[in-house]
């Protein structure tokens, strides 16, 4: 296994165990975020904006943590080369202010330079989540 996909699966392994502050260790000082990546800020969405440091990646746990409560997270492939690892999953979760559930699969794109992650994209179907804010 590659120095890059241990990183990686650290990743998901503290997420899995809720060790925010540990997540944002195998950041690096400097990142380029994005999660989801869209071209416009769904106000659904507000965490769906670009993060540069480990503070703003912080925060973005903080806002999506505010927002939602995941209830599942599963990870089906993961394929790396060099420096580069892409993870296939799926999660699902309940939106807080209005107790409707999403589930969507997604790709997760990971850069990894001296142990941290540097560059990260999180690409999903945005509509089930949006939907899931609505109140119908």
Not at 73 to 98: C, H, K, M, P, Y
Request: proline share 4%; aromatic share 10%; no cysteine.
């Amino acid at each position: 296994m590659s120095d890059s996909v241990a990183v990686v699966r650290e990743f998901y392994a503290l997420l899995g165990r809720g060790d925010l502050p540990g997540v944002v260790e195998l950041v690096g000082d400097e990142i380029d975020w994005q999660s989801p990546v869209t071209r416009t800020h769904p106000p659904e969405i507000r965490w769906s904006r670009l993060r540069h440091t480990r503070q703003d990646v912080a925060e973005f746990f903080k806002e999506l943590g505010a927002n939602v409560k995941p209830e599942g997270f599963e990870l089906s492939v993961i394929t790396a080369q060099d420096d580069r690892v892409v993870v296939e999953g799926q999660n699902r979760g309940t939106v807080r202010a209005t107790g409707r559930t999403y589930e969507h699969q997604w790709v997760m794109a990971f850069t990894i330079r001296d142990g941290r992650i540097v560059r990260f994209r999180h690409y999903y179907d945005t509509a089930d989540l949006i939907g899931a804010f609505q109140d119908t």
